[in-house]
């Protein structure tokens, strides 16, 4: 199970931090990616943090303005996205990263198997 | 503009079959593996499908995957009024290092 941090209200410019709790299954076992889904719109890939290599990816078009960290102590993720526009309203999920990588053929499996109940966050003046 | 591409809306009836295509390249469908994802009005995303064709635990085999070369498939067979969601799907880059989604497609049941 992941539980995500409640609604939040920003002003342009401001930064906000979005947690993720785990329980159930062994936090260090998985990655965690983050999604969020504008008003309306459809899925965006925010990115993730990967237990197969340990690395963290971005998307592109919020490299600069976000980071992702994980707490094994309290089995807790975390997003933060700085410099918020009107544009960043949406709500945010964070999801169970199942993933495997078949080393033979180089070929990876992403799929997100368990997801918070979602994160709104409005940025409005 | 997604990197995935998906179609709007597909509809069909009751009892019958649909599919929803995801049209990708070499850099990420063909060489990568899909997951696929429904989401009802106003709730989280769920796992249908990954592994091209693997159903998790818990999802009937009234929804399936394919794939071949850079395009994957899902086909959702014997139609209710509860499959009405929207449909993702999703998979890795390789060129970019990124995730990437369809733009999904909204199911109609007619």
């Known amino acids: 199970q992941l539980v995500q941090s409640g609604a939040d209200v920003k002003k342009p410019g401001a930064s906000v931090k979005v947690s993720c709790k785990a329980s159930?299954?062994?936090?260090?076992?998985?990655?965690i990616t983050w999604v969020r889904q504008a008003p309306g719109q459809g899925l965006e890939w925010m990115g993730g943090i990967s237990a197969v290599n340990v690395k963290t990816y971005y998307a592109q078009n919020l490299q600069g303005r976000i980071s992702m960290t994980t707490n094994t102590s309290t089995s807790t993720a975390y997003m933060e996205l700085r410099r918020l526009t009107s544009d960043d309203t949406a709500v945010y999920y964070c999801?169970?990263?199942?993933?495997?990588?078949?080393?033979?053929?180089?070929?990876?499996?992403?799929?997100?198997?368990?997801w918070g109940q979602g994160t709104v966050v409005t940025v409005s003046s | 503009q997604s990197v995935l591409t998906q179609p709007p809306s597909v509809s069909a009836a009751p009892g019958q079959k649909v599919t929803i295509s995801c049209s990708g390249s070499s850099s990420n469908i063909g060489n990568n593996y899909v997951s696929w994802y429904q989401q009802l009005p106003g709730t989280a995303p769920k796992l249908l499908i990954y592994?091209?064709?693997e159903r998790p635990s818990g999802i009937p085999d009234r929804f399936s995957g394919s794939k071949s070369g850079t395009s994957a498939t899902l086909g959702i067979t014997g139609l209710q009024t509860g499959d009405e969601a929207d449909y993702y799907c999703v998979t890795w880059d390789s060129s970019l290092s990124v995730g990437v989604f369809g733009g999904g497609t909204k199911l109609t049941v007619l």
């Open positions: 159930g299954y062994k936090f260090a076992a998985y990655g």
């Open positions: 592994d091209d064709i």
């Open positions: 999801a169970r990263l199942f993933e495997t990588l078949y080393v033979d053929s180089g070929r990876y499996s992403p799929a997100f198997d368990t």
